[in-house]
């Protein structure tokens, strides 16, 4: 079922919507006497209700036709649900409605939370690792043309092509702001004026993020999530959910990869100003650079075993006729992965600076409320994602990188 034109939902119309909408109706249960309803949305984008009765739940997620963090003067295209939806299909969508831009999915219930909001409060997740390496694993290499034909991947290219508004804005946020004067940009004034301007008058840097928007721009490479940070994925200690799709697009694989380390890098980096008497965090802190290489070493394993696996399936990337003998495919296949991490570390450099000397900031740094502490941590995190970016290519493996961050501050 559809509606006829679009309305932002509220929690009276939302009650009403529901009940002429069947798919969600019977979701529900139908005794909707007694519905609780909740906004919970503290993503930057969208409006997020918790709807449930005494026996049933969902979570609608509505895209409003602007930015929600920056009020209804950034405007941006509702159209971003339909992609969301498209990426969802896999993953527990119960309903859409592309003319109020409505999303109707499973409720991660309690005690499922944000893994940011894990990470801020010290948490350990062991299988944190294995759950975001297979959901990387798999969603990348059966996208790829590791995998697809090229009609197969140019086809799929084409349905997710029109997500152009989401790509522009990460365009902008990550690959240009940061790197100019913008209105919207902000740091922990004034402790880091003179970091945000050095971000801004560094050649080298500029050098590099050129070629890193560039790859974004025009890298069909795999279906990606768009915006894999650690407030995209929900967690418990034995469960790991994937939230948040709407920027997925054909780019480059190590942008999500990226994005997931570079976000787990902010983390490790805001623990100081989150430590106290009773809990100093250092045990933390080697628990997530411990996280961050076993991620890449298992993502590694497991896209390397589903390509192995491969040899009767439709890739077209390395035909067998050519790729024909078991010491090119090695050659060929740790070609593939190494400049996949050197993407991958320049992404999450990137993603770091944004997040530090751009428009939309994190939690981990700004739950600190100490200034002085937080601009501590913010700058350690700014210079190790400048080394990172300016060295990316000198690094043959996760351990190199994490290595050099630790000697880096
Ligand atoms: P945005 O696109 O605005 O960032 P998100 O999809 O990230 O919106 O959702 C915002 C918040 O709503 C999440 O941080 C989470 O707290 C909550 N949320 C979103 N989806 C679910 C879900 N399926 N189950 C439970 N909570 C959810
Ligand atoms: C105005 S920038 C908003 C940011 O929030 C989203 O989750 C993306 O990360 C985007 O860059
Ligand atoms: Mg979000
Ligand atoms: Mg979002
Ligand atoms: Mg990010």
């Not at 409505?102 to 299988?127: D, Q, T």
């Not at 560094?202 to 915006?227: P, T, W």
Request: charged share 25%; proline share 3%; net charge negative.
């Amino acid at each position: 079922s559809s509606s006829n034109e679009f309305r932002p939902l509220d929690h009276k119309y939302i009650v009403e919507y529901i009940k002429a909408t069947p798919a969600l109706r019977s979701q529900l249960g139908y005794n909707l006497d007694d519905l609780k309803i909740r906004e919970v949305g503290d993503g930057n984008l969208n409006f997020v209700f918790i709807v449930a009765t005494p026996s049933a739940s969902l979570v609608i997620k509505q895209a409003l036709p602007y930015v929600r963090s920056m009020g209804e003067s950034w405007s941006m295209s509702k159209e971003r649900s339909y992609f969301e939806a498209e990426a969802l299909r896999e993953q527990g969508l119960y309903y859409y409605d592309r003319t109020m831009s409505v999303i109707g999915m499973r409720y991660l219930e309690p005690p499922h939370i944000v893994l940011r909001k894990g990470l801020i409060s010290g948490i350990e997740y062991p299988l944190l690792a294995e759950h975001m390496s297979e959901f990387m694993a798999r969603t990348l290499f059966f996208s790829s043309l590791l995998h697809l034909t090229t009609t197969q991947h140019r086809s799929s290219v084409a349905k997710f092509c029109g997500n152009v508004e989401m790509c522009r804005l990460t365009e902008q946020v990550i690959f240009s702001d940061p790197y100019r004067e913008s209105q919207h940009s902000y740091w922990t004034s004034p402790y880091l004026d003179s970091d945000a301007q050095a971000v801004r008058e560094d050649n080298i840097l500029k050098l590099e993020v050129a070629e890193l928007k560039s790859r974004f721009c025009e890298r069909a490479q795999a279906l990606i999530h768009g915006d894999l940070h650690t407030g995209s994925v929900m967690v418990t200690r034995d469960s790991t959910q994937v939230i948040d799709p709407e920027f997925s697009f054909y780019g480059p694989m190590g942008f999500d990869i990226g994005a997931f380390i570079g976000n787990l890098f902010l983390a490790y980096f805001a623990q100081d100003g989150h430590a106290n008497h009773g809990n100093d965090r250092k045990l933390y802190k080697e628990w997530i650079l411990r996280t961050i290489v076993e991620i890449w070493t298992l993502f590694d394993k497991k896209f390397t075993a589903l390509w192995d696996d491969s040899n009767n399936s439709s890739g077209e990337a390395y035909l067998p006729e050519i790729y024909n003998n078991a010491e090119l495919q090695l050659l060929v296949k740790r070609k593939y992965i190494k400049d996949l991490l050197h993407d991958t570390l320049g992404f999450a450099a990137a993603k770091m600076i944004r997040r530090i000397v751009g428009v939309a900031h994190v939690e981990d740094f700004e739950s600190i409320t100490d200034t002085a502490t937080r601009a501590k941590c913010e700058r350690q995190a700014l210079d190790v994602a400048k080394m990172i970016m300016k060295e990316r290519r000198r690094f043959e493996a996760i351990t190199g990188a994490v290595s050099a961050i630790q000697e880096f501050h």
